[in-house]
DNA sequence: ACTGCGATGTCCT
DNA sequence: GGACATCGCAGTT
């Protein structure tokens, strides 16, 4: 079955102005879309992390701007993709002001379109539960690499679709995963019973 | 089911 | 030189 594309609403700049840990929620049941060789892959974000330069050790930019972490202070709107454990990327939304940073760290979607291609991307062992969910799952899945870093959401090959807004019932807050400091924060989000978040479990 | 660990690039001290 | 916003595999219970 197909997806109606072209009937997706972008969300709008002023959406990722917003402070990180209600656009952290706020992304949850939108629709992440990336045209990948013709092809769109698109999926449902159905899990989310929220970093600030603020009060929080965990964030890349606690200590200031860098060269790696320097998207993060730019425009909100964008992705900021980072390497990590010599194979990995992961995937961020830039919130807030610039020269303030703060991101959504992607960490799980439900496929919704461009199936095919993601399994593709992935490898053949992989069920449809296991092509997104966790942030280097969704990066390998949707072609997200170092290329990717500073692309802004609101052209026609990567952006983020208006879905359905999720009332706060249904989602579920727990501290963040895979850190070793600011534990404590409850900061990460996911769709309460959702098959495809990558650690229901924990917090 | 759970636990431990290797892979391996880049940044930071 | 150490740490790292991870993942997948192998071994064990």
């Known amino acids: 079955m197909d997806f109606a594309i ?3 609403e972008k969300l709008p700049a002023d959406f990722y102005y917003q402070p990180v840990l209600k ?10 879309v990336r045209r990948y060789n013709g092809k769109y892959l698109v999926g449902k974000i159905v899990e989310t992390e929220a970093y600030h330069q603020d009060n929080d050790s965990s964030c890349h930019a606690h200590r200031g701007k860098t060269k790696r972490n320097e998207v993060m202070f730019g425009p909100p709107g964008h992705l900021y993709v980072y390497f990590t454990y010599g194979m990995h990327y992961c995937s961020n939304v830039v919130c807030e002001e610039e020269n303030r940073a703060a991101a959504v760290l992607l960490r799980a ?3 919704v ?3 095919e291609m993601m399994q593709h991307l992935r490898g053949p062992k992989f069920g449809l539960k296991q092509l997104a ?7 390998q899945a949707f072609g997200i ?9 609101f052209g026609e090959e990567i952006f983020i679709a208006a879905g ?8 579920v807050t727990t501290t963040r995963i895979g850190i070793s ?3 404590e924060l409850p900061w990460r989000f996911y769709l309460k019973g959702n098959e495809f978040v990558s650690k229901p479990n924990r917090g």
């Open 164 to 171: 359905r807004d999720e009332p706060s019932e249904e989602i």
């Open 113 to 115: 379109a461009g199936v």
């Open 133 to 139: 969910a966790g942030p280097a799952r969704f990066c």
């Open 181 to 183: 400091s600011a534990v």
């Open 6 to 8: 072209e009937k997706m």
């Open 145 to 153: 690499g170092k290329a990717e870093n500073g692309a802004d959401l």
């Open 23 to 32: 656009t952290a929620k706020r992304l949850l049941g939108k629709y992440f």
């Open 109 to 111: 979607v439900e496929p």
